[in-house]
């Protein structure tokens, strides 16, 4: 095990014991923000068009906390389908403090496709973020300039009572954003804090991420490079 994927584990375990909860206590299905439990996500089938990201070149997995526990799916599939999986996920993090943070990744590792889950703790700190309206169509102008293509992960259907403003930070989100995965499609299993997933839940999310990225020929799958 290296270093990265050491620091990606002890994260999730402080992630978890934070939280004051146990990963296999889940709490399935989760309460939506929407007020209904949303159905199971399908797929649009988009024309053969050349993959962003070709295989052999490195993907970025960026974000807070949920992307913390989508990870290890994450590079799994990454390498499964001959990609260099790259993960900064930082728990607490928000949108503001990533349009720096980002300049440094790709200084960095060069990344041909970054994946995005951010949003839930910007809709906690929503009066603030209202304050930069525009930050995630400036983050994805940004990235559009450098060549590189994105993927959004909006946060999933959550607690009304826990994070009341979600809705608006999707919103923010999907106007922004070429490539949008609507996470409020899915019924993704829950720990005891209502918004954080079980380990099976993060594994299932991060699966149909990488389909639907497939499908817009943002990576290479089976299906698409036949």
């Known amino acids: 095990m290296d270093i990265n994927m050491i620091k990606q584990f002890l994260s999730t375990i402080f992630l978890v014991l ?4 146990l ?3 889940p709490i399935s299905p989760p309460i939506s923000d929407a007020g209904v439990i949303p159905a199971k996500v399908t797929f649009e089938h988009h024309p053969r ?3 962003a990201a070709q295989r052999g070149s490195k993907i970025l997995l960026a974000g807070d906390s949920l992307a913390v526990g989508m990870s290890g799916k994450f590079v799994q599939v990454a390498r499964e389908n001959g990609y260099e999986p790259v993960v900064h996920a930082v728990v607490g993090s928000n949108v503001l403090q990533w349009t720096s943070w980002i300049r440094e990744d790709i200084a960095k590792h060069s990344p041909r496709l970054i994946v995005f889950s ?3 703790n ?3 700190i929503i009066d603030h973020i209202r304050k930069f309206p525009n930050v995630y169509g400036s983050l994805q102008n940004y990235l559009d300039v450098q060549g590189i293509s994105v993927a959004w992960i909006s946060p999933p259907a959550l607690p009304r009572d826990r994070v009341p403003h979600a809705a608006e930070i999707r919103t923010m989100i999907a106007e922004a954003g070429h490539n949008y995965f609507d996470s409020t499609t899915l ?3 829950r720990g005891c804090d209502r918004i954080h997933s079980t380990p099976r839940g993060y594994n299932y999310w991060m699966g149909e991420v990488w389909e639907w990225m ?3 020929s943002l990576v290479a799958i089976e299906e698409n490079t036949e």
């Open 18 to 21: 934070g939280s004051g909860c």
């Open 122 to 124: 910007d809709a906690m």
């Open 118 to 120: 951010l949003g839930t």
């Open 49 to 51: 068009r050349k993959i």
């Open 187 to 189: 019924v993704i299993e």
């Open 23 to 25: 990963m296999h206590q």
């Open 214 to 216: 497939g499908q817009r």
